[in-house]
């Protein structure tokens, strides 16, 4: 009995090899898949300008000739023509002579555009007396979304009932597909590395500093956003991030808008490395993505960096007409420096800043958000949180005469009340226009740019602080 199991076992192989044999001796290619569940390793290289280079490695065992192989589980937003794949190890013995991506994937509207004119069978409950009884009625399909059908007798639009279809076209696929023609010239085990783009998939930074209330001092929390929206899970992951500007030929597949979940895990510090003209950010643990997730990695850290916090008015741009009193907010601003020697002295990706207060209670309490650019080593990070609330200036017009046609002199007065409990220093900043000069000022201000003309006041807690200029305007 055993050996003629044996037997009908080696026959059974024998068959195979001989079936397989006679087939890619007609020329036909042998069929055979490759799933993620042969997967190896996956990586991925993230750019926040919405995609990422996707690199994984497969085992597949082949038969030798030509095969068409399915190359599954793809992600639904890639980029075909990005498409690279190799064997490792044995480059040579392995070729892939054509390519197709299969995304016309199987749902009710793709299934159903196949039938197109062609009979369908609708089968409904209906309720006999005190029982339900399943009528079926056949029509051809029309047209879809929403289905017209002609049953013969009458043509129904969205017509009720359960389609039965005899069969699901071979073409359309559960799951994004790359199908290959490939030449095998040897049987057996092989390690498949493939390397696409997708987008659809995007990074950003997140920064929380938390203010100490006696010093100005903060801690620094950076946590990398990774959000996926490429349709396809991405498991065990090793991870690289890449900040800078890429420049890319436009993409011809649209963004697409999909529900977010979110997730938290703690990480050890990245590696950090200049990459061409960008920086590269290597996370040292791996992790899984899926599909339509928004997960947060921790990026860097830092204790006790300090900080600068200032009051800033930048005033309207002044015209040529008289105008009436206005009263304006200060804008509360923080500056730090991305330095070693204030603890920090790396480069920082561009990302939102949240910037956090404990209170009384010694529960944080946020005083302020703004978004940061990319900030190389040794440059200032400048940050607008708000307006102060305890700050008011006021703006006169004291005098207002014209010089000509294209000429005018004009004198304001700027009064800065301060009903904080101490003292504060705040910059004015007089926005003027044309080619102007400040001929009288009572208090010694600096022209910084073409349009500024800055003044630095210190103002009593309580207190007000008050100055004059006259600028002479040609336009």
Not at 281 to 297: G, R, S, V
Not at 351 to 366: A, F, H, M, P, T
Not at 369 to 397: I, N, P, T, W, Y
Request: hydrophobic letters at 40%.
């Amino acid at each position: 009995m055993v050996r003629l199991l044996k037997s009908k076992i080696l026959l059974m192989i024998v068959t195979s090899l001989l079936t397989a044999s006679a087939i890619a001796a007609s020329g036909v290619p042998l069929a055979k898949q490759v799933s993620k569940d042969s997967q190896v390793t996956t990586s991925l290289t993230v750019y926040s300008d919405n995609f990422a280079i996707v690199r994984e490695t497969r085992q597949v065992v082949l038969p030798k000739g030509l095969i068409e192989l399915e190359y599954r589980d793809v992600a639904a937003n890639i980029d075909p023509t990005s498409v690279a794949v190799a064997s490792l190890g044995d480059a040579g013995g392995f070729k892939v002579v054509e390519q197709s991506y299969r995304y016309d994937l199987l749902n009710r509207e793709s299934l159903l555009a196949r039938f197109i004119n062609q009979k369908l069978k609708y089968a409904r409950s209906v309720r006999f007396d005190d029982k339900f009884e399943t009528i079926y009625r056949e029509g051809k399909l029309l047209a879809t979304n929403p289905e017209i059908v002609n049953f013969g007798d009458e043509i129904a639009i969205a017509p009720e009932g359960t389609i039965t279809l005899g069969s699901v076209p071979a073409d359309l696929k559960t799951v994004p597909t790359l199908v290959w023609l490939v030449d095998n010239n040897k049987a057996g085990s092989r390690l498949l590395e493939t390397t696409y783009i997708s987008s659809n998939i995007r990074w950003q930074a997140d920064y929380v500093l938390v203010l100490d209330r006696d010093r100005p001092m903060f801690d620094l929390s950076t946590w990398v956003s990774l959000e996926n929206q490429s349709g396809a899970q991405y498991a065990n992951a090793s991870i690289k991030l890449v900040a800078g500007q890429i420049n890319r030929v436009n993409d011809r597949r649209p963004d697409m808008e999909r529900p977010l979940t979110a997730m938290r895990m703690e990480s050890q510090v990245p590696l950090q490395e200049s990459f061409f003209d960008y920086h590269l950010y290597t996370l040292p643990l791996k992790t899984t993505i899926a599909h339509n997730e928004t997960k947060q990695l921790r990026l860097m850290a830092a204790d006790n960096a300090s900080y600068l916090k200032y009051y800033v008015l930048d005033s309207q741009l002044q015209n040529y007409q008289a105008v009436e009193s206005r009263h304006a907010k200060f804008d509360i601003r923080m500056q730090f420096a991305n330095t070693q020697s204030n603890q920090l002295g790396q480069p920082l990706p561009a990302g939102k800043v949240r910037v956090y207060l404990k209170d009384s209670d010694g529960e944080l309490q946020l005083v302020g958000e703004d978004r940061m650019m990319a900030l190389a080593e040794g440059e200032v990070a400048l940050l607008s949180l708000g307006q102060a609330f305890d700050l008011l200036a006021e703006h006169k017009q004291l005098a207002f005469r014209r010089l000509g046609e294209r000429a005018i002199e004009m004198t304001t007065e700027v009064t800065v009340r301060n009903r904080k409990p101490e003292s504060v220093a705040v910059t004015v900043n007089e926005k003027l226009f044309g080619d102007w000069e400040v001929t009288q000022e009572s208090l010694k201000g600096e022209k910084t740019d073409s349009v500024t003309q800055a003044y630095q006041l210190q103002v009593e807690a309580g207190g007000e602080a008050t100055f004059v200029y006259t600028a002479r305007i040609s336009y």
